[in-house]
């Protein structure tokens, strides 16, 4: 089950991450040699051909607006702008034939790019 620590008197639905998306970031966090205190963050960014991106990366730094989201032992940290796009979104992880990458399944998304990577908003 998913959890997350929102600030005080927020009123935003819940990101999420799936069962997959859980597991794959405990192992890439395990694989790597200073890994204490990490968690991977998600974040928005303005670009790709659809207006908006998302970006993951391991980050180490806990900001004191930050939002937490825990599932299992991985953590998933949000910055609340980045949480205003991402607003009952779920973070994936898929394995198919063409690759393995993180995705997200957002409901405040309009259109998004073949890769996944990008998207506009309505």
């Not at 991402?86 to 997200?104: N, P, R, S, Y």
């Amino acid at each position: 089950m998913t959890q997350s620590t929102l600030p005080a008197g927020t009123d935003i639905p819940a990101f999420s991450m799936s069962a997959s998306a859980a597991a794959r970031i405990v192992d890439i966090i395990s694989q790597q040699p200073d890994n204490a205190g990490l968690a991977l963050r998600v974040s928005i960014e303005a670009g790709g051909c659809n207006g908006f991106q998302y970006q993951f990366r391991l980050d180490r730094e806990r900001r004191d607006d930050d939002i937490l989201i825990k599932r299992d032992s991985a953590e998933v940290l949000v910055d609340p702008v980045s949480m205003d796009l991402l607003a009952g979104a779920e973070l994936e992880f898929v394995d198919k034939l063409m690759g393995a990458h993180f995705t997200i399944s957002n409901p405040n998304a309009a259109t998004s790019c073949g890769c996944g990577t990008s998207f506009s908003l309505a």
